[in-house]
């Protein structure tokens, strides 16, 4: 065949071609619908945030917080049309002339140029279809792009592009990415910010510093390339473009949203708003903001109080829980639950148990007020004891086997006389000693079984559940529900549950709350957490708390703003504290004890120092001689 047969031929493959790809277009246009475009756009998650607005993390399938085209800075939408498509106002949705330039730009700039798609496009292909390269998904983008600019604005396809695109470090849109690399909202970014932002998008894997080491050579290739592009087309001034230096980006985690110690914290929010009605759906996409009355400076003085004061070489099973409530209210404002949420799921404040060893004391303490019993009654403090518990012997020893002889309750208070206490609650009556504990704030859930053991903590206690005690404590007797979440606002504004705070209840009278203080304070002055608590700087009451074979130890205490309990313990009751730190015998006026003080320092650092009312002397001052009903057990000479 001739030259001019073949170049017949080819015109005439070259027509059909067209045809069939024409016909096929047309084709894909009147069949390839729209998916409602705020299906996508308005997925958004659930912002948890402290009493004082600042975010504590996010429920949500995708790290997404939509704003406005118009709360979006001049500068961040310029430096975004320069990086990927300066033509999107003046051109359509597709433009054939803009893919060749960008494939020419690229040339000449090492790859650092432009994309070939327009952003109409890059919407339509983010928003609506998946990342597969083929002919179908490419017509597809092309024939929604058409329909969209048929549909919407080009300010309304530019917001809805800037609030769904990917820039990495799992964050959707411009406000999540501004937060993730400037620790700031995208209407506060400066230029040079906002072209970093914009530099980012194209490919977050490729630029991002914390990627890779060769990333921010090319990061900052791409940067000049935008502000280059922003001065072109007259955005700003050559001279401003001449000042612009490379700002500094927040280094990036890898780690998810629920990782480290807040992860318990969003657990928390999320498992109670779902008790509250709230679906699944509504957290992961309703885009709510849900604030709570988690307290921002003394959550942070809780993580870093256990950080610092966690014993070095510790066993991997070693767990502390720490709960802070605020008297009189119940507000929740600090829990640390764990060191990292994503590693263990279980809640050390909340949701495990630990026998609670001496910090039942002061239950039995407020029955023995409530019957008349004053702290000057004095009572046989030899170790060991042997007390009747239903017909069976019940032996009592002190903790280092530490004979006190008669003694006061005052005295026996502060430095945890076993051989004092556990008579003490036989006298009262163990089933009173139950009903102070129930009336103080610990839950039926929790098992306490009317035994003279009661008193010594046999039972096993959330962390939360004793902070709300000792709160009960603080408030002068006033106990409160623990609560922590007050409002949830919906995406639009409207507020969707308001929390009605519990109702203060008056379960003690002011008279035995102030006597309990006074002999709670000895413990912290001169008593069993004297150690743990030196250097608070203001008036505290506590109790510490070690249970049987050192399994647990704990301190429980307040001031008048705050009432904090700190546990530490291992998977089970069979593994004992001793030996951990380098420490013999690990109580709770140890490291529970410098726990609570480190926490209590920092969340009460701009807080007043308060005083705690006077005690009343229940009872009288005068010595009154108690009998134990114990029977002395002497101990054979070795």
Not at 7 to 31: D, E, M, N, P, Q
Not at 485 to 505: K, R, S
């Amino acid at each position: 065949m001739s030259k001019r047969t073949w170049f017949r031929i080819a015109i005439f493959l070259g027509g059909l071609g067209f045809i069939a790809s024409a016909t096929l277009f047309v084709l894909a246009y009147f069949t390839v619908s729209i998916p409602n475009v705020n299906d996508f756009v308005n997925t958004q998650a659930t912002i948890i945030q402290y009493s004082n607005g600042s975010e504590i993390g996010r429920i949500g399938a995708q790290n997404r917080t939509i704003v406005p085209l118009a709360k979006m800075p001049w500068n961040l939408r310029h430096a975004v049309l320069a990086a990927e498509d300066r033509n999107f106002y003046s051109q359509h949705a597709f433009s054939p002339s803009g893919f060749v330039r960008a494939v020419i730009d690229n040339i000449k700039s090492l790859g650092n140029g432009g994309g070939g798609s327009t952003i109409t496009q890059q919407y339509a292909k983010n928003a609506f279809l998946t990342q597969q390269r083929s002919i179908t998904r490419k017509i597809k983008e092309l024939v929604i792009a058409i329909k969209l600019e048929n549909q919407l604005s080009k300010d309304q396809i530019f917001e809805n592009y800037l609030n769904t695109i990917y820039f990495g470090r799992g964050a959707y849109g411009v406000e999540t990415a501004s937060q993730q690399y400037f620790n700031r909202s995208a209407s506060q970014l400066t230029l040079a910010q906002s072209a970093v932002i914009a530099s980012i998008l194209r490919s977050p894997g490729y630029y991002d510093p914390q990627y890779g080491k060769n990333n921010i050579k090319r990061l900052e290739a791409r940067f000049k390339y935008v502000i280059d592009g922003m001065t072109k087309a007259g955005w700003i001034d050559k001279e401003v473009a001449a000042k612009v230096k490379f700002p500094t980006i927040m280094p990036g985690t890898r780690e998810g949203s629920l990782s480290g110690p807040r992860g318990f914290l969003i657990e928390m929010v999320r498992s109670e708003l779902v008790k509250r009605g709230f679906s699944d759906d509504q957290l992961m996409k309703g885009g709510l903001i849900v604030k709570t009355t988690f307290d921002q400076s003394a959550q942070l003085a809780a993580v870093d109080a256990v950080a610092k004061l966690t014993p070095k070489g510790a066993p991997d099973n070693l767990h502390i829980g720490l709960v802070a409530i605020r008297p009189g209210t119940g507000e929740v404002i600090a829990v640390y639950g764990g060191k990292d949420y994503l590693v263990r799921q279980l809640n050390d404040a909340t949701q495990s148990i630990a026998l609670a060893g001496s910090t039942f004391k002061p239950f039995a303490l407020v029955a023995g007020l409530e019957a008349g019993i004053p702290l000057t009654s004095m009572w046989n403090g030899d170790t060991p004891q042997v007390f009747d518990d239903l017909g069976k012997p019940y032996e009592v020893n002190n903790y280092g086997d530490e004979g006190w002889g008669q003694i006061d309750l005052l005295t026996a208070t502060a430095h945890s006389v076993n051989t004092v206490y556990v008579p003490l609650g036989i006298k009262v009556g163990p089933d009173k000693v139950v009903d102070v504990a129930r009336r103080a704030g610990i839950p039926e859930s929790i098992a306490m079984m009317p035994t003279p053991s009661v008193v010594l903590g046999a039972a096993s206690p959330h962390v939360i559940d004793v902070a709300a005690a000792y709160a009960t404590f603080a408030a002068q007797g006033v106990y409160a529900a623990p609560w922590y979440i007050t409002e949830v606002d919906g995406a639009n504004g409207g507020v969707l549950y308001q929390a009605t705070p519990p109702t203060p209840n008056i379960v003690f009278t002011k008279d035995v709350m102030a006597d309990l203080t006074f002999a709670l304070q000895q413990v912290v002055n001169n008593g069993t957490a004297t150690y743990g608590t030196a250097g608070l700087g203001r008036p505290a009451a506590g109790k510490t708390g070690t249970s049987e074979q050192n399994a647990s130890a704990w301190f429980s205490g307040y001031t008048p703003q705050i009432a904090a309990s700190v546990a530490m313990f291992r998977d089970d009751a069979t593994q004992t504290l001793n030996g951990i730190g380098g420490l013999n015998s690990v109580t709770g006026g140890t490291f529970p004890a410098k726990i609570w003080t480190a926490f209590m320092k920092g969340a009460l650092a701009k807080q007043p120092v308060l005083d705690f009312p006077n005690p009343v002397h229940i009872g009288g001052t005068d010595p009154v001689v108690m009998t134990s009903g114990g029977v002395q057990k002497i101990k054979k000479k070795k």
